[in-house]
């Protein structure tokens, strides 16, 4: 187990390779994992997120409440 910036990772060896568990889906994690593809594209990626929502950007909430989104 690893806790950097926040995020829970949890990193598993099996029989088809590593597999990478990410704990939490806002910005950090999707971005953690995104990284994480881009390096090691044959690591198996897996986010838990316990809302039905990942990765939202609280920068556009203004634009989203206006109607221009």
Known sequence: MLIY???IY????NS??????IIGG???G???A???RRL???FEIVVFERTGMVSHA???IPYYLEGVI
């Open 40 to 42: 090691k594209r044959d």
């Open 58 to 60: 609280p920068c556009g």
């Open 30 to 32: 999707m971005s953690a």
């Open 26 to 28: 806002g910005a950090a």
């Open 5 to 7: 910036k926040g995020i």
């Open 16 to 21: 088809r390779g590593m597999r990478v568990v």
């Open 34 to 36: 995104s990284r994480i």
């Open 10 to 13: 949890f990193f598993f060896l």
